[in-house]
């Protein structure tokens, strides 16, 4: 049956789809497919962070479009106000055709309509596992080096840590920092940040968040010094999770 989704450019429309993705990795299914290309198509533009489902599933896509490419054919997808390109197919005849838009007009599910008890039920069910899997979905983590650049001599350079180390999202956790010379009586800070790969971006935390107001009053400027993949081995994962478990 064919899916069908709201207009994804609109704020509204992205909340649903965010909503929609708080459970599924691909539109359709267990794979990427066409489907997923369908929406990641209709996307003017990448999503704002904040819709942490939906940055998600457009990063991973992207990559496989850059990596390998997507190959699955999909349930069929219809997104509103969005009109994808196909394939040439033969014109089949007038009461063919009719017959099979009457099928189509079957098959199509409005995903967004009223939700019973046990669907909403069910939707709680899945969230609450989702959340308590997480970490072991993660894909993987990257450690970041970055130099965070005032305006002058006069900006208060305490003030500036304590905006920056304000931004608080998922999968981001701010670790060491230190004020280096510059030159002229200024310094900038140099701070350290873990991140998990599918949930942040680091062009968006810096472009959305960190020099746009309030925090931009004291940020000038934010450099990527140093950017690297942590490596996590199974049993590492095992013993962090012991720990974590004795923590609790």
């Known amino acids: 049956m064919a899916v069908v989704l709201p207009h994804v450019n609109s704020p509204s429309g992205l909340k649903k789809l965010d909503e929609y993705l708080l459970t599924r ?3 359709t299914g267990y794979q990427a497919s066409k489907d997923d290309i369908t929406v990641h198509a209709a ?3 990448p ?14 896509i992207e990559a496989l479009l850059r990596i390998s490419g997507v190959a699955g054919e999909g349930c069929g997808v219809i997104v509103e106000g969005f009109a994808p390109i ?17 099928e189509d007009d079957d098959d199509d599910v409005d995903l967004f ?32 080096l970055m130099d965070i650049k005032p305006w002058d001599d006069e900006t208060d350079m305490k003030k500036l840590e304590e905006a920056v180390r304000s931004v608080q999202m998922e999968g981001l956790n701010w670790g060491a920092s230190k004020l280096v010379p510059v030159g002229y009586g200024i310094k900038k800070l140099q701070i350290m940040l873990t991140i998990v790969d599918d949930l942040v971006s680091v ?3 810096i472009e959305e968040r960190l020099t746009e107001e309030p925090i931009n009053e004291y940020v000038q400027s934010c450099d990527i010094v140093a950017f690297n ?3 996590t081995h199974p049993e590492e994962e095992e013993e962090e999770e012991g720990r974590e478990a004795v923590a609790e």
Not at 47 to 60: A, D, F, G, L, T
Not at 93 to 101: I, S
């Open 25 to 27: 990795s691909y539109i």
């Open 43 to 45: 996307l003017a533009k």
């Open 47 to 60: 999503p704002p962070s904040e819709y942490v489902n939906v940055s998600r599933w457009y990063n991973h």
């Open 86 to 102: 196909t394939e040439d197919v033969a014109t089949p005849p007038v009461a063919d055709t009719k017959a099979a838009a009457a």
């Open 113 to 144: 309509g009223e939700e019973t008890e046990e669907e909403k039920k069910a939707a709680e069910e899945r969230a609450a596992s989702v959340k308590a899997s997480s970490k072991k979905k993660e894909s993987g983590k990257s450690s970041v």
């Open 203 to 205: 062009d968006s935390l």
């Open 229 to 231: 993949k942590i490596l």
